[in-house]
């Protein structure tokens, strides 16, 4: 059994349902799993990076979505999952992101799943 946790089962399973590839995998990615995102599924968004027919707006808003949740993990991976995507994507999805310069507004995070989350200062 994966360390996946029930809540990302269930939303990768929507997104199969609903036939988004791109936002399946961009949730198998950025799991509550503490450890980095898989390979497997950053190499396929790099890929999706250099298709024509991938919408980049979806991709990174995705990616955006998942650093509104409550975990460091799931925010953690998904910024390193953007800029793995920046630094080896195509140059499309930079492109994407500097021209939305509000894309990642953290200064509110906090993670309230545990007791370091609340008691980290804020800065």
Not at 16 to 38: F, L, N, Q, W
Not at 48 to 61: G, H, Y
Not at 102 to 107: D, E, I, M, R
Request: charged share 15%.
């Amino acid at each position: 059994m994966s360390g996946q946790s029930i809540t990302d089962r269930i939303t990768a399973a929507q997104h199969s349902v609903t036939g988004s590839a791109i936002s399946k995998t961009v949730c198998k990615a950025t799991t509550h799993e503490i450890m980095g995102p898989k390979k497997k599924h950053l190499d396929y968004l790099i890929q999706c990076t250099n298709e024509m027919n991938v919408n980049i707006p979806q991709l990174a808003d995705t990616l955006f979505e998942r650093t509104t949740n409550t975990s460091w993990v799931v925010v953690f991976k998904s910024l390193t999952a953007t800029h793995h995507l920046m630094v080896y994507g195509n140059e499309r999805f930079i492109q994407y992101l500097a021209s939305r310069n509000t894309l990642f507004n953290l200064s509110n995070f906090l993670d309230k799943s545990g007791l370091q989350g609340m008691s980290m200062p804020m800065n």
